[in-house]
């Protein structure tokens, strides 16, 4: 018996030992990491000085042309993260303000995302190689019910989250194998495609009266002297359920209400999502709405 205990005693402890050495050997990679996606960047970089950042989910990632607010002189980027909801937006911000940012405009994509304020797991889980090096990080994901797991036992985040944060994205970042995300100022265009769904329901779908980080994003740009715009985007023309909008605008009136600016399929990849098309008529407006006086 008393050898069978040395026996597994031992066993723990050399797993818990070669835990701690991977969790240690992933980590450092992740912290190299500049050019594979828009958290490292962040994390991995020294003050920025922006004059506008762009924050929100896929529908901001692919609907605004951070390159037609440079060629207007203002320096920017895009930060939406496809998929992302806004647990991650205002997380995205506030390692932003961590790394000491200096911003201007901050321009959220506040419409559809405003129906939850749950984490979106494939997105969340790139913050996580970093958990233990930034406090907003930490403090951001305290709430979570998983917290304890992924902050105290080594190695558990990067087995759970293998998919995004494991051997094969920690291989293809030690190798220098760079993506397109960050590419085009963080803007992804999109092409209209022939079997695009073009055809969406959010019939059911209804904006949380008190959305936790909406509130908390609004809050960081007050506190930090940011002019802060939210906009809804656009939606092609067979969307079932678009009075979500009106209570949108409703709930939180001081959201600029733009799904209708660009309506027709023709600037349409998906219902939800527009072409680099319409995502130029859209940013055409955009700008002329809210910078061509400064830009004056």
Do not use: W
Not at 65 to 94: C, R
Not at 217 to 244: D, Q, R, W
């Amino acid at each position: 018996m008393k050898k069978f205990l040395i026996y597994t005693a031992t066993i723990v402890l050399i797993t818990m030992l070669i835990a701690f050495l991977l969790d240690g050997i992933y980590t450092y990679v992740f912290m190299q990491s500049n050019e594979r996606g828009k958290i490292e960047k962040v994390f991995n970089s020294k003050s920025q000085q922006y004059d506008v950042v762009i924050l929100g989910s896929s529908r901001a990632n692919n609907h605004f042309v951070a390159q037609m607010f440079e060629d207007k002189g203002l320096k920017t980027f895009n930060y939406g993260m496809s998929g992302g909801h806004l647990f991650e937006a205002s997380l995205m911000l506030k390692l932003m303000l961590e790394r000491k940012y200096e911003i201007k405009n901050i321009i959220l994509e506040a419409d559809l995302n405003l129906s939850n304020d749950q984490e979106s797991d494939g997105v969340s889980a790139k913050f996580l190689p970093f958990i233990h090096n930034s406090e907003v990080i930490k403090q951001h994901f305290a709430s979570q019910k998983n917290f304890n797991e992924l902050y105290y036992i080594p190695f558990y985040r990067y087995i759970k989250y293998d998919g995004k944060i494991g051997f094969r994205e920690v291989y293809k970042i030690a190798s220098n194998e760079k993506t397109n995300t960050i590419d085009n100022l963080g803007y992804y265009p999109l092409q209209k495609h022939k079997n695009g769904n073009m055809k969406n329901n959010i019939v059911n779908l209804n904006p949380l009266p008190h959305n936790k980080y909406y509130e908390e994003i609004k809050s960081l740009c007050k506190s930090h002297n940011i002019n802060f715009i939210a906009v809804m985007t656009p939606m092609c023309e067979n969307v079932e359920g678009m009075n979500y909008f009106d209570k949108v605008k409703k709930a939180y009136p001081e959201i600029h209400n733009y799904e209708g600016v660009v309506v027709e399929n023709k600037y349409f990849s998906s219902c939800g999502h527009m072409n680099d098309a319409g995502a130029k008529i859209f940013t055409t407006r955009i700008l002329k709405d809210f910078f061509c006086k400064k830009i004056e």
